[in-house]
């Protein structure tokens, strides 16, 4: 199972972002999908993640301003980010809880792509 992140880059607090993260390979189901950050100097946190069809769980930090949905026919999950922070910037990790073809379930997880909020 691959990972491949994109849509990070520069924006300006108060601005938006999408990330997009398409998983591929030879998988057999993927049971939940989510984006973690790692801003410098500490420790990697979950930002979202999205559980079956529609169970969501959000860090206090991006309740309301963010919002993570998923496309299971592209196997893609997204996560829209809105009225960005300074405080935002970080590198942003995809994860998948995946279950490849003959092999058991096991967490994956993407290259990140980085977040920069200026103020």
């Known amino acids: 199972v691959q990972l491949q992140a994109s849509g990070g880059g520069l924006v300006q607090a108060g601005g938006s972002l999408r990330l997009s993260c398409a998983a591929s390979g030879s998988i057999s189901s993927i049971s939940a999908m989510g984006w973690y950050r790692q801003a410098p100097g500490k420790q990697r946190e979950i930002v979202a993640s999205?559980?079956?069809?529609?169970?969501?769980h959000y860090a206090d930090s991006v309740r309301g301003r963010f919002t993570i949905s998923r496309n299971d026919a592209k196997d893609t999950v997204y996560l829209q980010m809105d009225r960005l922070k300074p405080e935002d910037t970080a590198v942003y990790y995809c994860?998948?809880?995946?279950?490849?073809?003959?092999?058991?379930?096991?967490?994956?997880w993407g290259p990140g792509t980085l977040v920069t909020v200026s103020s």
């Open positions: 999205l559980t079956g069809a529609a169970d969501t």
């Open positions: 994860n998948a809880r995946a279950t490849p073809y003959y092999l058991p379930k096991n967490n994956y």
